[in-house]
């Protein structure tokens, strides 16, 4: 049975894990998982839309990541207000910094959805629609924006 977010529950990879003691670790983009970053307000958003959706989101301030299947970075077209796909496929190498598990209230670096058994990766094309959705929300009011 498919998770809601269009992966088989369980879909941790058992070569990578959040770090389990107190310090953040700094994770290359690319092998385990690409990731998307959005200015917080635009990700709360997105958050709300996706719902059960999503998968982890990581949290710093006032930006949120989401982790992607490794590669689907590279496919990702640009968006509007700082929206960024983070991948292997650009020439330099990108790290994020990865709070430890047990690092789930903020505002430093936490998970705002933690990684659990059936909660990992987003399906990026339902994160691409939940964003642009979230883009064109007016903050106020909650309504989306007619263009």
Do not use: K
């Not at 310090?23 to 290359?28: A, G, M, Q, T, W």
């Not at 997105?46 to 990541?65: F, H, Q």
């Not at 659990?116 to 903050?139: F, K, V, W």
């Amino acid at each position: 049975m498919a998770h809601p977010n269009g992966f088989p529950p369980g879909t941790t990879p058992r070569s990578w894990a959040p770090p389990s003691g107190t310090d953040v670790e700094l994770v290359e983009v690319g092998p385990y998982w690409d990731a998307v970053r959005t200015p917080a307000d635009v990700g709360e958003c997105a958050l709300r839309l996706l719902g059960e959706a999503t998968g982890a989101v990581i949290a710093d301030y006032s930006l949120m990541y989401w982790l992607i299947p490794p590669g689907h970075a590279q496919h990702w077209r640009r968006m509007q207000r700082n929206v960024n796909a983070l991948g292997a496929h650009d020439a330099t190498v990108t790290y994020v910094g990865v709070p430890p598990a047990t690092h789930t209230t903020g505002p430093r670096l936490h998970w705002r959805i933690p990684v659990g058994p059936d909660r990992y990766l987003t399906d990026p094309y339902r994160l691409r629609e939940a964003l642009a959705r979230a883009i064109n929300t007016e903050p106020e009011t909650g309504e989306e924006t007619r263009s």
